[in-house]
């Protein structure tokens, strides 16, 4: 006798969609709504050098030199605010101090400027330290960011 196989045929499942993407929908308005967007790094206005073209023209205020050295391992050595130099593991934060004591709170702070004089094998941390260090820096109590100086521009690298 010969089974009939076509006598037991597989019915469709209807899969209901509906509650599937009103899953996804809920998750994507979730996720949407508790978003929050936080800018700790902030917007460095940084001007890069021309390459081949001389000094720049009429400035009114010659920018502050900031004089980072390093070794032949990239380390930074040697850290020289226009003639002050710092050292230790607080030289960030003492050299922060003393360039808001050079600029102030008045008028030279928005027209205050810091050239940073890099050597070519310093390592790409202690460039962002300096540059942190320079901008601003963040209030622990309200969380606010606290802006310093906003010009800085980079020296063309010395051999």
């Known amino acids: 006798m010969k089974p009939e196989w076509n006598r037991f045929k597989p019915s469709k499942i209807a899969i209901d969609m509906t509650p599937m993407i009103d899953i996804v929908f809920q998750l994507l308005t979730f ?27 009429d400035e009114r205020l010659p920018p502050i030199v900031l004089r980072l050295q390093s070794n032949e391992a990239g380390e930074c050595t040697r850290v020289q605010l226009a003639d002050v130099e710092f050292t230790g593991p607080d030289r960030w934060d003492r050299m922060h101090q003393r360039l808001a004591a050079m600029v102030g709170d008045g ?23 300096a540059i942190t260090a320079v901008s601003g820096r963040i209030d622990r109590a309200s969380g606010a960011t606290i802006k310093l100086i906003e010009k800085i521009k980079f020296a063309p690298p010395r051999s």
């Open 31 to 57: 996720f949407c709504m508790t978003l929050r967007v936080s800018a700790a790094e902030g917007d460095f206005q940084i001007r890069m050098p021309h390459v081949g073209l001389g000094p720049g023209g």
């Open 107 to 129: 008028s030279l702070r928005n027209l205050a400027e810091v050239e940073l004089q890099c050597d070519a094998n310093l390592k790409y941390e202690h460039t962002v330290a």
